[in-house]
């Protein structure tokens, strides 16, 4: 009986959250999703021969490469809310493949009532809301370097570079993968992944303007040298927090530098000894978010990842504390301040905060030195290979 009303009381949960994110998609494509926008107009000056970085009627600047565009190209032959509709829909579905390949990578299979509550706490969190709000690619890509690792331990490592490969060209800042993979020796996934990057910015370059490039590098990427404006409440990795308490440009370059690097350097020794196992790419995917200069909020979907792994390793344990941790975690990490204005900078870190949380205990994970404590059902590597 018990056993039945929690899967009642699951399927419920599931069903609520489910119909609640249902109702801000169609707000979503009933209306506009910003970035999106800016993309899609982009993509459409590229197919007429336009420099897509200097239209003034962009929103913001496309800081995005050329190459990035080539997704984005067949949906600018299509009016804009029917692509954008499209796009949103990848992007929620991706998110629902996320969960389902996380899932499968911590349990070795799908369990389907965790399934459900995954999908359920991930639907409520604001940074899922956000992100399909503003027409942003982390679901997607998330999605790709899941994929990418999935396949890459089924033995296929040429098409997990190609994956891979196409998540730097849709996230240019996912090269961070790349030495995640290079540490655990997948040579030939880092080798295919290069490969795939370096054949879209070479079709790029034969089918459009090459001073395009220069463009991106002048609107794109040379105003974030400019570190000024990093203290805004949407920033939530490292360099969101420190600006927040220092205003000297300076300490806010050279602390939060230092702090990067060492992060890096325990995620890459980790991802070393562990052979790259889920617990050092949920290391590298929080890490990542910390040392982002500009970690928006919506890019904190990429938690789904952690927070599934985490949550099995703590499950299994039977560790109260880290799960009660997780939950804390979560709370924080889905959380918004609709007025930031009204609350003290130190209170305004709060995804910062939780995915701190979930890097402690990453860190305690990897570290511990029983290794009899590993769960035999946490990895699917086995199961795979």
Known sequence: MNKALIKIGVFIFFLASFILILGNIYRIVSTTAPDFGVLWISAKDLVNGKDPYINPTLAVPNAYPPVS????????????????????????????????????????????????????????????????????????VLLLLLLAHYLELKNKPVWGGIILGFSIILKPIFIFFLLFFALKKSWKVVSVSLATVFIGIVATLLFSNPGIWVSWINTGILPLANLAGREAYCNQGIM????????SIDVRKYLSGFVSILLVALASFYASRKKG????????????????????????????????????????????????????????????????SFFPSIILNNQFYGTLILWAINIYLLYRPRQKEIPKTSTIYSKIK
């Open 69 to 140: 565009e080539i997704f984005y190209i067949p949906l600018a032959f299509l009016p804009y809310q029917v692509s954008q509709a499209i796009f949103i829909f990848i992007s929620f579905f991706s998110i629902i493949g996320s969960i389902f390949l996380s899932t499968k990578l911590a349990f070795g299979k799908v369990i389907w009532p965790y399934f459900l509550v995954f999908m359920g706490f991930a639907f409520l969190s604001f940074p899922t809301k956000f992100s399909l709000g503003m027409g942003q690619i982390n679901p997607i």
């Open 240 to 247: 969101g927090f420190i600006s927040r308490i220092f205003t």
């Open 277 to 340: 196992g889920i617990l050092a790419l949920s290391l590298f995917i929080i890490t990542l978010l910390f040392i982002d200069t500009t970690s928006w909020q919506h890019h904190f979907v990429w938690l789904i990842f952690p927070f599934i792994v985490l949550f099995n390793y703590a499950a299994r344990f039977k560790k109260t504390l880290f799960l009660e941790l997780i939950c804390l975690a979560y709370l924080l990490a889905s959380w918004n301040f609709k007025n930031p």
